[in-house]
C-alpha cells in the first residue's frame, strides 16, 4: 500500500501471531509506525505476559509503544454487552483518541482473509444485506488492514521461514465464542469441500464488493435528485419517494447512512401524520405535510445575546442593523419600525421556549408563539431556529417574521428605531 509511506501510523499490536507479522514487515519496509498495545485483563498472567512481549519487542525494533489496561468485564456489565464487545468498542474508542490527541494518519490492523470469511459466515447466519456480505474493507476511513489479501496459512508460512516469535491467545481455542465455532469447526468443512476455497470466496466477495459500489454510485447520484439542501437541513419530498420500487430497499440504501436501517419504521413514516418523528444516533427523520426533513442531532442550548444600540452585530446569530430615521418605509418581515422610547435598552437576543407569547403587529390581542408558528406552518426545525429579539421580558419582534404590536410607531412617536435583518 504505497499511500501509507510518509503517513504516521499506529498498528494494532496483541503480539499474537498476525499483528506480529504486520509490525515486522512495518519495521522493515521503513514505515512510520507506533504500536498500541489493549492489555483487556480478562486472562490474568497471560494478559500480563502479551502486555510485556509487545513492550519488548517494540524496545528491539526501535518502535514506540503505547500500552492501555482495561476494565473489559465491569464495562460489559455496566453498558450490557458481550465481553467480546466491550473489548471491540473499547479498543476503537482508545485508537480514535490517539489518532486525535497523537496526530496519527490510520490505524493499521492484522486481519486477514480467513477473518473475513468469518465476518461473512457470521453475518449470513444473522441475516443481512449486501453490506454484511461484502466482507471487511481493506481501507475504511482510517483504519487500514494490509494482510487482508492473505491466507493465515501464507502469513504462518512467513512467520515461520523468518523465525518469528509470538504469543497464542489461549481463549481462541474455546468455540464458546460464534467466530471461533465458525473458524474451528466449519471453515475447516468448506475448506474440505474444494482445496482452493478460501480464494474462490475472495473472488465472490470481489464481485459483491464491485456491485456494492455500483449501487452506491446509483444511490448517490439519486440522492443527488431527491436530497434537497435547505438551511442547514435536507429535504424530501414524499411523492417522489413513493415512485421508488421496490421501496423497502430504497429507503434502506438512501437512509442508512444517517443510522436509520429499520426500512419499516421510514416507510411507516411516509403516511405519519404531520410532526411525526424518527430518530438514530445522529440523524432526526421528521414528517413535514408533503416531505421529510432529515437533520443531524444537535442538543438545543438556551443562548441569549446582548444587543446595543450602536454595537456591531456580526458576531450574533442573525446580523441587525439598528438606525434612528425621520419617516417610515415600507415594514415587512425583515424590516420593523418600532417606537425607540418604548424599549429598554440593552435589548436582548435569545431562543423561543414553550409559553412565550407575543402581541402580532396588526392584530388585538395576544397570541402564544406556539400558535403563531403552526399559523405559519413552520416545521419543527425551523422552530428551533428561531430567534426573538425581546426588551426586558417582552417580545418586541419574532425575528423574520412579526414585530410586536405594543412597540409600534404611533403618532405621539419622537423617535423611529428601524431594524432590518441582514442574514
Same mark, same amino acid.
Given at each position: 500500500?504505497?499511500?501509507?509511506?510518509?503517513?504516521?501510523?499506529?498498528?494494532?499490536?496483541?503480539?499474537?501471531?498476525?499483528?506480529?507479522?504486520?509490525? @515486522?514487515?512495518?519495521?522493515?519496509?521503513?514505515?512510520?509506525?507506533?504500536?498500541? @498495545?489493549?492489555?483487556? !485483563?480478562?486472562?490474568?498472567?497471560?494478559?500480563?505476559?502479551?502486555?510485556?512481549?509487545?513492550?519488548?519487542?517494540?524496545?528491539?525494533?526501535?518502535?514506540?509503544?503505547?500500552?492501555?489496561?482495561?476494565?473489559?468485564?465491569?464495562?460489559?456489565?455496566? /453498558?450490557?454487552?458481550? %465481553?467480546?464487545?466491550?473489548?471491540?468498542?473499547?479498543?476503537?474508542? =482508545?485508537?480514535?483518541?490517539?489518532?486525535?490527541?497523537?496526530?496519527?494518519?490510520?490505524?493499521?490492523?492484522?486481519? /486477514?482473509?480467513?477473518?473475513?470469511?468469518?465476518?461473512?459466515?457470521?453475518?449470513?447466519?444473522?441475516?443481512?444485506?449486501?453490506?454484511?456480505?461484502?466482507?471487511?474493507?481493506?481501507?475504511?476511513?482510517?483504519?487500514?488492514?494490509?494482510?487482508?489479501?492473505?491466507?493465515?496459512?501464507?502469513?504462518?508460512?512467513?512467520?515461520?521461514?523468518?523465525?518469528?516469535? =509470538?504469543?497464542?491467545?489461549?481463549?481462541?481455542?474455546?468455540?464458546?465464542?460464534?467466530?471461533?465455532?465458525?473458524?474451528?469447526?466449519? %471453515?475447516?468443512?468448506?475448506?474440505?469441500? @474444494?482445496?482452493?476455497?478460501?480464494?474462490? *470466496?475472495? !473472488?465472490?466477495? @470481489?464481485?459483491?464488493?464491485?456491485?456494492?459500489?455500483? #449501487?452506491?454510485?446509483?444511490?448517490?447520484?439519486?440522492?443527488?435528485?431527491? *436530497?434537497?439542501?435547505?438551511?442547514? #437541513?435536507?429535504?424530501?419530498?414524499?411523492?417522489?419517494?413513493?415512485?421508488?420500487?421496490?421501496?423497502?430497499?430504497?429507503?434502506?440504501?438512501? *437512509?442508512?447512512?444517517?443510522?436509520?436501517?429499520? =426500512?419499516?419504521?421510514?416507510?411507516?413514516?411516509?403516511?405519519a401524520m404531520s410532526g411525526k418523528q424518527l430518530f438514530s444516533q445522529t440523524h432526526q427523520l421528521l414528517k413535514d405535510r408533503d416531505c421529510l426533513i432529515l437533520s443531524e442531532i444537535k442538543n438545543r442550548v438556551n443562548e441569549t445575546y446582548t444587543v446595543f444600540l450602536d454595537v456591531d452585530t456580526s458576531e450574533l446569530p442573525v446580523q441587525l442593523k439598528m438606525e434612528e430615521v425621520e419617516t417610515l418605509d415600507k415594514q415587512g418581515k425583515n424590516v420593523v419600525f418600532l417606537d425607540k422610547e418604548k424599549l429598554n435598552f440593552p435589548l436582548v437576543l435569545r431562543n423561543w421556549e414553550k409559553g412565550d407569547y407575543f402581541y402580532p403587529f396588526g392584530m388585538q390581542g395576544k397570541k402564544k408563539l406556539s400558535k403563531f408558528f403552526k399559523d405559519e406552518k413552520l416545521d419543527v426545525l425551523s422552530k428551533?431556529?428561531?430567534?426573538?429579539?425581546?426588551?426586558?421580558?417582552?417580545?418586541?419582534? #419574532?425575528?423574520?417574521?412579526?414585530?410586536?404590536?405594543?412597540?409600534?410607531?404611533?403618532?405621539?412617536?419622537?423617535?423611529?428605531?428601524?431594524?432590518?435583518?441582514?442574514?
Amino acid at each position: 500500500m504505497p499511500f501509507l509511506k510518509g503517513k504516521r501510523l499506529l498498528l494494532a499490536c496483541s503480539g499474537g501471531m498476525d499483528s506480529v507479522v504486520l509490525t @515486522h514487515l512495518s519495521a522493515d519496509t521503513e514505515l512510520d509506525v507506533s504500536l498500541a @498495545h489493549c492489555n483487556f !485483563n480478562l486472562r490474568d498472567e497471560e494478559s500480563d505476559g502479551d502486555e510485556i512481549f509487545v513492550r519488548e519487542m517494540a524496545t528491539k525494533l526501535g518502535i514506540k509503544v503505547f500500552v492501555e489496561q482495561f476494565k473489559t468485564e465491569q464495562y460489559a456489565g455496566k /453498558h450490557r454487552l458481550s %465481553v467480546q464487545m466491550a473489548a471491540r468498542e473499547l479498543r476503537y474508542q =482508545w485508537f480514535d483518541e490517539l489518532l486525535q490527541t497523537k496526530d496519527f494518519d490510520y490505524v493499521l490492523t492484522a486481519h /486477514h482473509a480467513g477473518d473475513s470469511l468469518e465476518t461473512f459466515l457470521i453475518n449470513l447466519s444473522r441475516g443481512t444485506g449486501i453490506d454484511g456480505l461484502s466482507g471487511i474493507p481493506e481501507v475504511n476511513e482510517k483504519v487500514v488492514r494490509p494482510l487482508l489479501p492473505f491466507s493465515q496459512e501464507e502469513i504462518l508460512e512467513y512467520a515461520q521461514s523468518n523465525k518469528m516469535e =509470538w504469543r497464542e491467545d489461549s481463549s481462541n481455542a474455546s468455540t464458546k465464542y460464534l467466530r471461533n465455532k465458525i473458524r474451528h469447526e466449519i %471453515v475447516p468443512k468448506l475448506k474440505e469441500l @474444494h482445496p482452493t476455497f478460501l480464494q474462490n *470466496f475472495g !473472488n465472490t466477495q @470481489h464481485h459483491l464488493q464491485q456491485t456494492k459500489d455500483l #449501487v452506491n454510485s446509483y444511490l448517490d447520484d439519486l440522492k443527488n435528485k431527491l *436530497f434537497e439542501q435547505s438551511e442547514g #437541513v435536507i429535504k424530501i419530498q414524499i411523492v417522489e419517494l413513493q415512485k421508488l420500487q421496490p421501496l423497502e430497499s430504497y429507503l434502506y440504501g438512501l *437512509f442508512k447512512d444517517y443510522g436509520f436501517t429499520e =426500512w419499516n419504521d421510514v416507510k411507516n413514516l411516509l403516511t405519519a401524520m404531520s410532526g411525526k418523528q424518527l430518530f438514530s444516533q445522529t440523524h432526526q427523520l421528521l414528517k413535514d405535510r408533503d416531505c421529510l426533513i432529515l437533520s443531524e442531532i444537535k442538543n438545543r442550548v438556551n443562548e441569549t445575546y446582548t444587543v446595543f444600540l450602536d454595537v456591531d452585530t456580526s458576531e450574533l446569530p442573525v446580523q441587525l442593523k439598528m438606525e434612528e430615521v425621520e419617516t417610515l418605509d415600507k415594514q415587512g418581515k425583515n424590516v420593523v419600525f418600532l417606537d425607540k422610547e418604548k424599549l429598554n435598552f440593552p435589548l436582548v437576543l435569545r431562543n423561543w421556549e414553550k409559553g412565550d407569547y407575543f402581541y402580532p403587529f396588526g392584530m388585538q390581542g395576544k397570541k402564544k408563539l406556539s400558535k403563531f408558528f403552526k399559523d405559519e406552518k413552520l416545521d419543527v426545525l425551523s422552530k428551533e431556529k428561531q430567534w426573538l429579539l425581546c426588551s426586558d421580558n417582552e417580545i418586541v419582534w #419574532v425575528v423574520g417574521k412579526r414585530a410586536d404590536e405594543r412597540f409600534k410607531v404611533e403618532g405621539s412617536t419622537k423617535q423611529i428605531l428601524k431594524i432590518t435583518q441582514l442574514t
